[in-house]
């Protein structure tokens, strides 16, 4: 997946990595409504499990919690903001960080709360976000 800096996220079963320069994924088509996932494999879980929140919403992909300080104030314009983060500490640190900065963020992560995220969901063969 490219990155909006030109740098790619390389994924499979057995490698993970990136190349420079490491940032944000987004996909922008002027919706009202923003979904935030924290890895590839989760936008293309959403994909899988909700396609109309997929298909009707700007998604942007973080590629790393450590790029949560990229996220541009500019993100209030939205009258939604999903957070489908890691149910992780990790995870739930940066929602709790996202939902302080943004009042218009819903943490969203309790449709898949019995799984890591929601890639996990859909490989555990649960299809219903």
């Not at 057995?14 to 190349?19: E, G, R």
């Not at 499990?49 to 300080?69: H, K, M, Q, R």
């Not at 009042?103 to 063969?125: C, I, P, W």
Request: charged fraction near 25%; aromatic fraction near 12%.
């Amino acid at each position: 997946m490219k990155n909006d800096a030109g740098g790619w996220e390389l994924r499979n079963k057995y490698y993970k990595c990136s190349t420079s320069p490491k940032t944000i994924s987004s996909f922008l088509r002027n919706f009202t409504r923003l979904v935030v996932t924290e890895g590839m494999f989760d936008f293309l879980s959403l994909n899988a499990l909700d396609n109309e929140l997929f298909s009707s919403s700007d998604i942007v992909v973080l590629n790393s919690l450590g790029n949560i300080n990229l996220i541009p104030e500019e993100w209030n314009h939205y009258s939604e903001i999903y957070l489908l983060l890691d149910n992780d500490k990790a995870g739930r640190t940066a929602t709790k960080q996202l939902l302080k900065k943004f009042s218009n963020a819903v943490d969203e992560s309790q449709f898949y709360f019995d799984f890591k995220d929601l890639n996990d969901m859909l490989t555990h063969g649960r299809t219903k976000k």
